[in-house]
Every structure is written in structure tokens, then in C-alpha cells.
């Protein structure tokens, strides 16, 4: 696995990729890599000839007071792993090669609607980021497929509209969430977690399966949803939101059939997101 910082051996390498003819998946990362990125390197193994990994923590998706300096870099570990997943090329840049001019002159991306509410409603300006720094990505790799993390569902979703209202020859593989033996979604963030409030997290995902259990056998959805928010209270969580939506993120509908449960709370200052996908009865 080679990596580099700089954009043109970047694109060199990948015009030779291309010469071949070789597929090429991209990983877009933000380091501090555990088993759910490793996944999604398997996936883009499967998919694609090359696979292109990216670490870069984007400033630019921080908001105000957010752990933008605390965030955990971890490079000669996160490389390790990468060869091992048989990862062909790493890109991590530093920020001035990504944002040359500074983050107040650059231009950004918005996509408006999916990525409102939710995350977006408690992170303002968060999704721009995201949406400027994966366009980057796309255009500095030009990759024939990428893969994302469906614990990030909001993310996804931003990035699939994204793919489709700028016409980019992108395909986009959501991959499933990879969880520990007790259910708690892998991030990067857990490692905030103290022991008390690591043996409390994964009462977020149980709190989504009693209510997917709930709504899957004809509950009402206010009632379940207040049920579930007074559940993550009294286990000790502040949450954020706990909402059912549609599976393109829009209002559930009296003919909404498939739906997903979206959460997000905190333990301490550590902020947990996870997700549960059901299927509405008729």
C-alpha cells in the first residue's frame, strides 16, 4: 500500500489505475479507523480492482465547540490496518493542501432538504461540509465506486442526492453498520466513553429494537417515540432526537411502508448516533 499527501502523485497514480482499466472503489475516511471502516475496505475490495482509502479529519464539518482538536489521529495504526484489508492506495493530505485558501474563501456544496433536521438540525453547517469535502474526494479520485456506512444514514442520504443532482458517475454502496457483541454501532467516538457510560451505550440500540419491535406490530408512532425518549432518559442519555422517517429521510405517510428509526443522544459529552431500518405493517 503506498500513501501520499500531495495531489499530483495522487492523480498520477490513479492515471495509471485508469491506463489499465481498472475499476477503482474509494473509502473516504476520517481515520481512527475500527472493524466498520474495515468493512467498508472489504466491500470496495469486492467491488473494485484498486481500493482507495482517504483519511482526512475536514475541519470543515466541525461546528463551534464540536472535538475538532480532540478528535483521535491515528495514522501509523490506521495504516497498518489499511495494508491488511488490502487497501492499494492511501490519500491523507494535511488541510492546506485540501483548503489552500482557508476554509472562509472556500466554496462549498449544499444540498438542501435531506439535510436538514436530524443531525443537521443539531450540527448547523455540518452537512455542507461534508457534501464540499466528499465532492473534492470524488473529483480528486473520480472513483467508479464508493462506500459509505449506513450508521451515518443521514450522511448516506446526503451523499446520494448529492451523486444524483450533480449528475456524478458515482455508484454509492451503503454498507450495514458493524456493532460489538452487546449492540452499541462502532465509531471512532466510543473511545470517549468512560466504563460507566460504555455499559450504558448499547441502550441505544436496544431502546430502536423495542420501538421497531413495537411499530413493526402496528403501535402508534407518538406514543412509541415519547415511550423511547423517556426510555433513553431514565438510562441516562441526553438525546438529541429519536424520529421514524421515511427511507429517503421524508415525513412517514399513512402508505409509508418501509421506514427507519433515527437517533441521536449523549453520554457525558460524547454524542452516540445509531439507526434501525423496520418495515411498517399495511
Do not use: W
Request: hydrophobic share 45%; proline share 6%.
Amino acid at each position: 500500500m503506498r500513501t501520499l499527501r500531495e495531489i499530483p502523485p495522487l492523480r498520477e497514480a490513479l492515471d495509471e489505475f485508469r491506463r489499465r482499466g481498472q475499476r477503482i472503489a474509494l473509502v473516504p475516511t476520517m481515520g481512527n479507523l475500527h472493524d466498520g471502516h474495515l468493512a467498508l475496505v472489504a466491500e470496495a475490495r469486492r467491488r473494485g480492482d484498486v481500493v482507495v482509502a482517504t483519511i482526512f479529519v475536514n475541519p470543515l464539518q466541525f461546528g463551534a465547540g464540536e472535538d475538532l482538536e480532540a478528535y483521535p489521529r491515528t495514522l501509523a495504526e490506521d495504516q497498518a490496518k489499511l495494508e491488511e484489508a488490502g487497501c492499494d492506495l492511501l490519500f491523507a493530505p494535511e488541510t492546506i493542501t485540501v483548503y489552500p485558501r482557508g476554509l472562509a474563501a472556500q466554496t462549498r456544496v449544499c444540498v438542501p432538504e435531506v439535510s436538514e433536521g436530524l443531525c443537521g438540525g443539531d450540527r448547523p453547517g455540518h452537512f455542507d461540509g461534508v457534501a464540499t469535502v466528499v465532492t473534492m474526494l470524488f473529483n480528486l479520485v473520480q472513483p467508479d465506486v464508493a462506500c459509505f456506512g449506513e450508521k451515518d444514514y443521514q450522511q448516506l442520504a446526503v451523499i446520494r442526492r448529492l451523486v444524483a443532482d450533480l449528475h456524478l458517475p458515482v455508484e454509492i454502496v451503503g454498507v450495514p453498520i458493524v456493532r460489538a457483541e452487546d449492540g452499541l454501532a462502532l465509531s471512532s467516538r466510543n473511545g470517549y466513553l468512560d466504563a460507566e457510560q460504555r455499559a450504558i451505550a448499547p441502550a441505544l440500540y436496544r431502546t430502536l429494537c423495542s420501538l421497531r419491535d413495537a411499530l413493526e406490530a402496528g403501535g402508534e408512532v407518538a406514543p412509541a417515540l415519547d415511550d423511547g425518549l423517556a426510555r433513553l432518559g431514565e438510562a441516562g442519555f441526553a438525546p438529541d432526537y429519536l424520529e421514524l422517517r421515511d427511507a429517503d429521510l421524508g415525513p412517514v405517510t399513512a402508505t409509508t411502508r418501509e421506514a427507519v428509526l433515527l437517533a441521536a443522544a449523549r453520554l457525558g459529552p460524547t454524542r452516540l448516533i445509531d439507526n434501525l431500518s423496520l418495515t411498517l405493517p399495511r
